[in-house]
């Protein structure tokens, strides 16, 4: 397979202003700013395990919270990530992967199903990681998985530290991704659903 799966978007509301890209067959690289340092760094993470190039621009209402913003990036981000699949034709479409960060194990399933589902099984133990709020980061990725139109399961195995179980969460994210959206040689233009349709 050569072809390069590409996509990016500009999201507007009252309350974001988001511009992405993606490619699906990237290299790692990132462009990321949110105004949010430890949420660059996870999305920075995203793209660097999951050898998908992103560029994500975001202005947000930050004076209120983060949350439109994070919640807003997800959407944005999910939603490229779904133009730039296309039909879904030859990919893995599973995708599992085991991080570890020091003390913090996180597993992480993906389907590309084109059911958005998200089960979240993660607990923080403290409220903040810097000035971001824990509670967050599953407001992100159930935005990604309903905009992306994926299942997404993220369980955290072990952790005491909230930014080892964060990292190891979107790292275990990025690969999982990175496995399901891979081409499939043995499955070479097919979609992988017995449906005929992702």
Known sequence: MTEIRTASLHRVTAETDIRVAVNL????????????????HMLTALARHGMLDIEVAAKGDLEVDFHHTVEDVGIALGQAVRQALGDKRGVRRFGHALVPLDEALSEVVVDLSGRPFLAWSVVFP???IGVMDTELFEEFFRAFAMASMITLHVT???????????????????RA??????????????????????
């Open 156 to 174: 955290q195995k072990t952790g005491r530290n909230s930014h080892h179980i964060a990292e190891s969460a979107y790292k275990a994210t990025a």
């Open 25 to 40: 067959d990237g290299r790692g690289e990132a462009s990321i700013s949110t105004g949010i340092g430890f949420f660059d």
């Open 126 to 128: 403290t409220e903040k």
């Open 177 to 198: 991704l990175r496995m399901a959206v891979e081409f499939d040689e043995r499955a070479a233009g097919v979609i992988p659903s017995t449906k005929g349709v992702l």
